[in-house]
């Protein structure tokens, strides 16, 4: 296992490219198990959840490439039931189900269980796929779905937390082979669901309202290959604007969708960093006082739970007050225990966050906890004075293409070593 160790205190200076968005890929990679006909994705990040990806894939019968940020999906034979072992591991593989069902009519795979950022139930996908006549039997950890042919519906799909994205992809992937029409209500509406959309319009599926609370799929018997340019992701996007408004550094960010990040610029704005919009580049120019912020965490286009952890980190550094509610995911404050380590000071109060910010923060050994808290750690790391350990970096590796590297080329002390 690797450590990333790191030697903080200095701003950053240059330009980082952003890469492809992982929440995006992955139903992408699923929905290519839709059509016998080969698929090209392109701008893939190298990222290790995309290599697991391809292996479930490869496990249900699919010839994969993966060169260049260019995936080749060729699922021409497939089977319904894939590598249990790999299938388990990775929550996102549930929804191969819905392509599984759209194309086999019938799907096993197994049962996710919850994680370190919380529960995760998957009743809204279930609910999904029964309502468009699929049988469904919970076993020995497995799902098995099944059905003579799915039938269009209308659905309400919004949950407990507000709609879901992964059940949205999950229930769009099913619905596009489904004889007649769906409708779902409440459908999640992330820019990563209009990706979907797009790649699913290019397979020759007939789908309208992606990226709106009401999606309407019109079922075809069949669907072709097509090739496909995955969208930027912004959460890494998000991820280095903080990155430099916490270490004051002068960054430009290209490659990126400003368009899909307006409640973080928003906040960053209320804080008072300095960023400003040339065409598709964000210009972060560093030093400045900040001010202390309040952030709820909420559906798209509200601010991201996937940014709450790196916010938090520059949360540390404002003097004053911050709080983060987080609304999505109850238990996803892991990291406030390891920035305390580097020295921040954070109460947890039921889904709230208070941040005493400006206490300084000092370098230490601290432990990666999942993806997003990695990133914070980072984020703290590279502002903290003195050298922190950061073990467990695999965690980074599943969603950041790179990142010790696109640092490293902004002048960051970072580097990686064997455990
Ligand atoms: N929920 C239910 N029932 C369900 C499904 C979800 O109650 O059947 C609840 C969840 O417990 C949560 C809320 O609905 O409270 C929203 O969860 P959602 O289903 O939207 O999450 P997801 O689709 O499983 C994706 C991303 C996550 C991201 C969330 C929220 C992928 C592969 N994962 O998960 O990404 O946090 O949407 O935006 O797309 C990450 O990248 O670090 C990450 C965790």
């Known amino acids: 296992m690797d450590n990333l160790i790191i030697e903080g205190g200095r701003p950053l200076e240059g330009t980082v490219k952003i890469s492809g968005a992982k929440n995006a890929v992955l139903p992408i990679m699923a929905a290519a198990l839709l059509t016998e006909e080969p698929c090209r994705i392109t701008g893939v990040p190298d990222l290790s ?97 099944e059905t003579d042919q799915l039938k269009g519906c209308r659905i309400f799909l919004g949950g407990r937390a507000g709609p879901t994205v992964l059940g949205t992809a999950n229930l769009m992937m099913a619905a596009v082979l489904a004889e007649g029409t769906t409708v779902i209500e409440s459908a999640a509406c992330e820019p990563e669901i209009v990706d979907l959309a797009d790649f699913l319009k290019g397979l020759g599926a007939e789908i309208t309202g992606a990226g709106s609370p009401t999606i309407t799929i019109n079922g075809v018997t069949k669907l072709h290959g097509t090739d496909h340019q995955v969208i930027p992701d912004r959460i890494e996007a998000a991820t280095y604007v903080i990155c430099a408004a916490a270490t004051e550094s002068n960054v430009r960010i290209i490659g990126a969708r400003p368009d899909h990040m307006h409640a973080v610029l928003d906040k960053l704005q209320e804080c008072g960093a300095n960023i400003t919009q040339e065409g598709t580049e964000l210009v972060c120019n560093g030093g400045g006082e900040l001010n202390p912020v309040d952030i709820t965490t909420m559906p798209y286009s509200g601010f991201p739970t996937d940014v709450q952890a790196q916010f938090m980190a520059l949360m540390t550094l404002i003097p004053g007050i911050s709080i983060i509610t987080e609304r999505i995911f109850e238990s996803r404050f892991m990291h406030v225990s390891e920035l305390g380590r580097l020295g921040a000071n954070i109460a947890i109060e039921g889904p709230s966050a208070i941040v005493k910010g400006g206490t300084g923060l000092r370098g230490a050994p601290v432990m990666a906890s999942d993806l997003r808290a990695s990133a914070a750690l980072v984020i703290a790391g590279l502002a903290a004075g003195g050298s922190t350990r950061i073990s467990r970096v695999y965690h980074l590796d599943r969603g950041y293409e790179k990142m010790d590297q696109k640092l490293r080329a902004l002048g960051a002390k970072i580097h990686r070593v064997a455990e």
């Open 49 to 145: 959840d995309v290599v697991f990806m391809a292996k479930i894939l490869r496990s249900l019968g699919a010839e994969v490439q993966f060169e260049d940020s260019t995936l080749t999906i060729h699922a021409k034979n497939i089977k319904c039931v894939g590598n249990y072992d790999l299938i388990r591991k990775m929550r996102g593989s549930i929804c191969i189900m819905g392509p599984l069902l759209g194309r086999l009519r019938e799907a096993r795979v197994s049962m996710p269980g919850g994680c370190i950022i919380g529960a995760r139930p998957v009743d809204l996908h279930l609910k999904g796929m029964r309502a468009l006549g699929a049988k469904l039997v919970i076993d020995e950890g497995y799902i098995s779905a």
